[in-house]
Nanobody, 122 residues
Framework: QVQLEESGGGSVQAGGSPRLSCAGS????????IGWFRQAPGKEREGVAR????????DYADSVLGRFTISQDDAKNMVYLQMNSLKPDDTGIYYC???????????????WGQGTQVTVSA
């Protein structure tokens, strides 16, 4: 069973650069895509970034392109989301999830962590 746990959230000021971590207990070829998602209060969950673990090829939502970087460390079973130039609109609960489809649609992901809160103040 895939277990995921996010960490690294907290309160930051606009312009800050925190890094989120996603610890996985089991990454296999059966779940080759790992994504980061966020959900702001009153809004639907949206995809932020995903990485295809086989080639480490990333993809980003337009809203974070150029500011966020997703990366993986296979030796540690970790995936990271480096967030730079944060804005108040980036506030939300951030989740990591695994799936098999190269997409940023939450419905294409099967296993989810519990999330970590990121709050960006102006």
């Amino acid at each position: 069973q895939v277990q995921l746990e996010e960490s690294g959230g907290g309160s930051v000021q606009a312009g800050g650069s925190p890094r989120l971590s996603c610890a996985g207990s089991h990454y296999t070829i059966n779940r080759p895509v790992i994504g980061w998602f966020r959900q702001a209060p009153g809004k639907e969950r949206e995809g932020v970034a995903r990485i295809y673990t086989g080639t480490q090829m990333p993809d980003y939502a337009d809203s974070v392109l150029g500011r966020f970087t997703i990366s993986q460390d296979d030796a540690k079973n970790m995936v990271y989301l480096q967030m730079n130039s944060l804005k108040p609109d980036d506030t939300g609960i951030y989740y990591c999830a695994t799936g098999r489809t190269l997409s940023l649609r939450p419905r294409d992901y099967n296993f989810w962590g519990q999330g970590t809160q990121v709050t960006v103040s102006a």
